[in-house]
């Protein structure tokens, strides 16, 4: 009898029997088979994702911001009215650009990040980007994950490069486009190849929790804010569109009117760009920030200061430092202006805004672009015994959509607000530290006690 030869396995046999399809036709046809006699194999099961939809965010007009605050506070009950806005026209050449990479499915695109809508994008944006296009920097094309343009605010920019740079043919293909910088871009000043941890887009305004390793190709690791004399380091947080910034230090002398005699202290400072500014008219300015690159950049306008009368901490903004400050003699006395400029996300919770009552400074000025955090810093300041005087709205960053309001707090004196601190005996009353009665000292405080006369006493 004949017998049929298989020269596979009988497992081979049943691992390839559901793969079984009609026979083919002369016209490329199959027969109609059952569609779970059909298996594909894992090559073919893969299938290409397909491109999602970028999702457009609608950027709200200068008109649309408008109506927003103005809804705001007449539902939260906001008092006083804003003043002026404080802005400035944008330009490109004082601007944050980036070139970015995009993925649409499979497919890897670099695309330009323009730092405000209808902004058309500056000559040496568009050069770089048309060189990494080139045919021998296809590796290092491929391994990039953003070019970072961050303006000085005089025109020169200082560039930070994200790539991963694996292999010989990657790192030729960096210095080819370093050189390129070097040779035809004389209005980079810097340039620096950055690797953040864990592995995500970089961005100063949200570099927290990350850990960026930086190494200067050419350059300063410094780069110059404008013309006013005072710099900060590459990696430090400054807003992508700088015009108005630039005269904020300015805007906010003219807020308060200073004593040569007050003094400032500036929270959560970055460079301490404002703090150094407004040194000159201050008898004593401090400056506080929990970042490395803060510190670099402060330390560095620290020297820069004429007046030689500023100060930089490095700490997280948390009730037990300032009661540790302001418990030194030296600290305690003078008109205090304390300034907070908080990002979008951060808050200040009701501990935080009774140890800054409790430190009874001569004005508080808050700055957030969080309308909500607003409203709860508002209401709680009100509590401690601080009214709100002054409101100014800030448009930083024309056609980007973002704004923040400064809020000037200063102590109500004559019980605007229902509770006169000076008056009331509460426990959370704005008087200084030092002034607290201690543990030590109270058995120094004499007790009277009446004693009530009992029953038969009074009989008597």
């Known amino acids: 009898m004949y017998k049929q030869n298989n020269r596979f396995s009988s497992r081979t046999a049943n691992r390839t029997a559901g793969n079984r399809i009609g026979k083919p036709l002369a016209g490329g046809k199959f027969h109609a088979s059952r569609k779970s006699d059909v298996h594909k194999d894992n090559e073919f099961n893969t299938k290409t994702a397909k491109a999602e939809k970028p999702v457009v965010r609608r950027i709200p007009s200068f008109e649309d911001i408008k109506a927003q605050i103005s809804a705001w506070m007449e539902n939260d009950r906001i008092p006083g009215k804003l003043q002026?806005?404080?802005t400035a026209d944008a330009t490109p050449e004082n601007s944050d650009w980036r070139i970015v990479k995009e993925y649409h499915?499979?497919?890897?695109?670099?695309?330009?990040?323009?730092?405000?809508?209808?902004?058309?994008?500056?000559?040496?944006?568009?050069?770089?980007?048309?060189?990494?296009?080139?045919?021998h920097l296809h590796i290092f094309k491929k391994a990039l994950r953003q070019i970072w343009f961050r303006a000085s605010g005089d025109g020169r920019f200082a560039l930070l490069v994200q790539v991963d740079v694996k292999g010989k043919m990657s790192a030729h293909g960096y210095k080819t486009f370093v050189d390129f910088l070097e040779r035809s871009c004389p209005?980079?000043?810097?340039?620096?190849?950055?690797?953040?941890?864990?592995?995500?887009?970089?961005?100063?305004?949200?570099?927290?929790?990350?850990k960026v390793v930086s190494k200067c190709a050419f350059g300063n690791d410094f780069m110059p804010i404008a013309s006013t004399?005072?710099?900060m380091h590459v990696l430090d947080w400054t807003p992508r569109i700088k015009d108005a910034w630039l005269n904020l230090p300015i805007r906010i002398k003219d807020a308060i009117h200073p004593n040569r005699e007050d003094r400032f202290f500036e929270f959560c400072s970055g460079s301490s760009y404002v703090s150094a500014?407004?040194?000159?008219?201050?008898?004593?300015?401090e400056a506080l920030d929990c970042r490395e690159s803060a510190m670099q950049s402060s330390k560095q306008n620290i020297r820069n200061v004429a007046t030689q009368n500023m100060r930089f901490h490095r700490s997280h903004l948390e009730p037990g430092f300032i009661s540790k400050f302001f418990?030194?003699?030296?600290?305690?006395?003078?008109?205090w202006t304390f300034y907070f400029n908080l990002n979008v996300d951060d808050t200040i919770n009701s501990e935080m805004v009774q140890s800054i009552a409790g430190s009874r400074p001569e004005r508080i000025l808050f700055q957030t672009g969080n309308l909500e955090t607003a409203s709860k810093a508002i209401k709680s300041f009100r509590n401690e015994g601080y009214m709100l005087r002054k409101s100014i709205p800030f448009y930083l960053e024309p056609g980007r959509g973002n704004f923040e309001i400064l809020f000037l707090f200063v102590p109500d004196r004559v019980g605007i607000l229902g509770q006169n601190p000076a008056l009331a005996h509460r426990s959370r009353n704005i008087q200084r530290p030092k002034e607290r009665p201690q543990r030590a000292n109270m058995s120094d405080i004499p007790h009277f006690v009446q004693k009530t006369p009992s029953f038969k006493q009074r009989k008597d």
């Open 84 to 86: 002026g806005w404080f």
């Open 187 to 210: 209005e980079v000043i810097s340039c620096h190849q950055i690797q953040c941890m864990p592995d995500r887009l970089f961005d100063p305004a949200n570099a927290q929790g990350m």
């Open 327 to 335: 418990s030194k003699s030296d600290n305690a006395e003078g008109r």
């Open 277 to 285: 500014t407004l040194a000159p008219f201050f008898k004593q300015v």
């Open 105 to 135: 499915g499979a497919q890897e695109n670099l695309v330009i990040d323009a730092p405000s809508r209808d902004m058309k994008p500056l000559e040496l944006v568009n050069r770089v980007l048309e060189q990494l296009h080139k045919e």
């Open 229 to 231: 004399g005072f710099c």
